[in-house]
């Protein structure tokens, strides 16, 4: 094939990965009450869980990024595909106590070292070798290939609640979900093993014909941690996983327990906080990369001040989140959430390549997720530990707390603002 039509083929099957990719992520939070009913896992177990899960992502996508510099990035990214999606399939077969080579091993040690390292560990490398390869391929079209392929990332995430409860109603427990994820990314994976090709004439790690020679893991650890702005734009950066963390993890246990008696279903939970705080969020990327582009030539912290206001105005949302009295409210302030959310999440990257040297951009963004994820991470345990103690009471704490991060991750980047912005 071509390669002006092959690179369109490349886009589609990195689409299709990257929409398994994140509703694999997100089907965990959705399946909670059943893993829990039936493992006897308590909400401080799954909190430990989550948190595992943000570690490795934080601790491998930087070592990820390294390796898609020096080997094939095919085979990078089909290896982390089938090896994340037979991880997905064993989740589904774990039992109350496994016996593996005559040890005992409780269902908590199990799903730790499935869902945090084995399915985190997996889908860290497809990120920096897909958008290196993808990169690769698209040169005059990167734009609009980039905004395709983080397309798909919404779509996966708000198709996740509305998968399973389809897929729960056809195979009846969670178990034969998780199952059916990891299958289908199997031969997905089997596909790409043919389909999926390096781009001819360049180096198995360039990702662009402009970027510079490639640096150091220490010099690039010294041009991020030595520049205080971009240290100010990663304390947003934490507060956006914290509150997203939060809500991916717990958002659907939250709603059932809080508006049962309001006869809101665990089906209607799954598929409505999922679908629309997601496309809200998704149309909010869309607009606020336009007026962000429409104002920061001329204004270059306009991006910062955008990304300020989005947090300021996040922070009291997500407090009535926690604290709504009814369900039509509670799907009102997720959708405002997705909003402020998209509206700082189209400028995450470009914020940090502000002012960050381009020789350093690629390393630069392993070490901005390793700091985001190592501390936003901890989110998950903090909700799992509150309603452990206070119940729904413990989550509207929570959100409470996470509104509270936004402010704090504002008034830091404004140091940025202010002081430190070149």
Not at 366 to 383: D, E, P
């Amino acid at each position: 094939m071509k390669g002006r039509c092959y690179k369109w083929v490349v886009l589609a099957l990195l689409s299709c990965a990257y929409f398994f990719h994140q509703a694999d992520r997100a089907i965990f939070g959705v399946l909670t009450p059943e893993i829990q009913s039936e493992l006897g896992l308590d909400d401080i177990h799954l909190g430990w869980i989550n948190l595992a899960l943000s570690w490795t992502i934080a601790v491998v996508t930087p070592l990820a990024g390294l390796l898609a510099a020096r080997v094939s990035r095919k085979w990078l990214i089909t290896g982390s595909l089938i090896f994340w999606s037979v991880a997905t399939c064993l989740i589904g077969v774990v039992g109350d106590v496994w016996q593996i080579c005559g040890v005992a091993v409780p269902a908590f040690v199990s799903l730790l070292a499935l869902r945090a390292l084995a399915v985190g560990g997996g889908e860290s490398f497809y990120g920096p070798a897909a958008m290196a390869l993808l990169a690769a391929h698209h040169r005059e079209t990167r734009s609009l290939a980039f905004s395709v392929h983080q397309a798909s990332l919404y779509l996966g995430l708000m198709a996740s609640g509305w998968i399973v409860a389809v897929l729960l109603g056809v195979l009846s427990t969670w178990r034969n979900v998780f199952i059916a994820f990891g299958a289908t990314g199997f031969f997905l994976g089997l596909v790409f093993v043919f389909a999926l090709k390096e781009k001819v004439g360049g180096a198995a790690g360039s990702s662009s014909a402009t970027e510079g020679p490639s640096v150091s893991f220490r010099e690039a650890l010294k041009a991020f941690f030595g520049n205080p702005s971009a240290l100010f734009a990663t304390a947003g950066f934490v507060a956006i996983v914290c509150a997203n963390n939060a809500y991916l993890f717990w958002g659907v246990k939250f709603a059932v327990l809080k508006f049962t008696d309001a006869g809101i279903t665990l089906a209607s939970a799954k598929t409505e906080t999922m679908l629309w705080h997601h496309v809200f969020a998704f149309a909010a990327i869309l607009v606020g990369g336009v007026i962000t582009d429409r104002f920061v030539k001329g204004r270059p912290r306009f991006r910062l001040g955008f990304q300020i206001v989005s947090l300021l105005c996040g922070a009291p949302v997500l407090v009535w989140l926690g604290f709504t009295p009814n369900w039509a409210s509670f799907l009102v302030a997720g959708s405002a959430y997705g909003v402020f959310r998209g509206f700082f999440e189209v400028n995450t990257h470009a914020s940090l390549f502000d002012v960050i040297p381009p020789a350093y951009r690629s390393t630069g963004v392993g070490i901005f997720t390793l700091v985001a994820f190592l501390f936003g991470g901890l989110s998950g345990v903090l909700m799992g530990a509150l309603s452990q103690k206070y119940g729904v009471h413990g989550f509207e704490i929570g959100f409470g707390i996470m509104g509270g991060a936004y402010v704090v991750g504002a008034l830091i980047m404004m140091i940025s603002v202010f002081f430190t912005f070149k």
